[in-house]
């Protein structure tokens, strides 16, 4: 599959996301769950971004990014399910964009220990505010299967699509992360 095909496919893949506006996609818990992290580009782009930075990793830290991201979500969302916010909740979601685009931009590869912590705590964030999205009359069990799930499968494809491309493509993940960060210095921003 060329590298033209593969972003083609991103891209149609992506497109209806971007249409979907951040809470409330209908009465289903399990659908508002997949659609929230597929719906705001903030949560998008830094679950792409763990993703793409656990793909640059080598050893434990291939899998225990995503793992732990995924896992402190869930911790993040039961949180929010019960009322509890964080302080500067969306300026700590665009600075887990920012930061996580910087790190695919520059291929960072910290001790493991630090990058699962700073992981952790980003997670934290997005979770805080999924759990707080919970909408009415939906079980709080089935909204978080629905955005652990979505969680999972942006990690998934980001992580597959460094693994897919050729090495010389390196610098087109490179981008991609550097646009990332600009767009979370856009959101802190605004």
Same mark, same amino acid.
């Given at each position: 599959?060329?590298?033209?095909?593969?972003? !083609?496919?991103?891209?149609?893949?992506?497109?209806?996301?971007?249409?979907?506006?951040?809470?409330?996609?209908?009465?289903?818990?399990?659908?508002? !769950?997949?659609?929230?992290?597929?719906?705001?580009?903030?949560?998008?782009?830094?679950?792409?971004?763990?993703?793409?930075?656990?793909?640059?990793?080598?050893?434990?830290?291939?899998?225990?990014?995503?793992? #732990?991201?995924?896992?402190?979500?869930?911790?993040?969302?039961?949180?929010?399910?019960? !009322?509890?916010?964080?302080?500067?909740?969306?300026?700590?979601?665009?600075?887990?964009?920012?930061?996580?685009?910087?790190?695919?931009?520059?291929?960072?590869?910290?001790?493991?220990?630090?990058?699962?912590?700073? #992981?952790?705590?980003? %997670?934290?964030?997005?979770?805080?505010?999924?759990?707080?999205?919970?909408?009415?009359?939906?079980?709080?069990?089935?909204?978080?299967?629905?955005?652990?799930? %979505? #969680?999972?499968?942006?990690?998934?494809?980001?992580?597959?699509?460094?693994?897919?491309?050729?090495?010389?493509?390196?610098?087109?993940?490179?981008?991609? !992360?550097?646009?990332? %960060?600009?767009?979370?210095?856009?959101?802190?921003?605004?």
């Amino acid at each position: 599959m060329t590298l033209k095909r593969i972003l !083609g496919a991103l891209a149609l893949l992506l497109t209806p996301a971007l249409a979907l506006a951040h809470p409330g996609h209908g009465d289903n818990g399990l659908i508002t !769950g997949i659609s929230h992290p597929l719906g705001g580009l903030d949560h998008l782009l830094a679950m792409l971004a763990v993703g793409l930075w656990a793909a640059q990793q080598q050893g434990a830290a291939r899998w225990a990014l995503p793992c #732990t991201f995924v896992g402190t979500l869930l911790i993040g969302g039961m949180l929010g399910f019960e !009322g509890m916010n964080l302080p500067a909740l969306e300026s700590g979601i665009a600075a887990s964009v920012l930061a996580l685009g910087l790190v695919v931009a520059l291929a960072v590869r910290p001790p493991l220990v630090m990058a699962v912590g700073a #992981t952790a705590l980003f %997670a934290l964030f997005h979770g805080v505010a999924h759990g707080l999205e919970l909408p009415e009359m939906s079980s709080p069990w089935t909204y978080a299967a629905g955005f652990v799930a %979505a #969680t999972a499968v942006l990690h998934a494809a980001g992580y597959a699509l460094v693994r897919v491309l050729p090495q010389a493509a390196a610098p087109l993940v490179r981008l991609a !992360g550097a646009a990332s %960060a600009a767009t979370g210095v856009w959101l802190l921003a605004g």
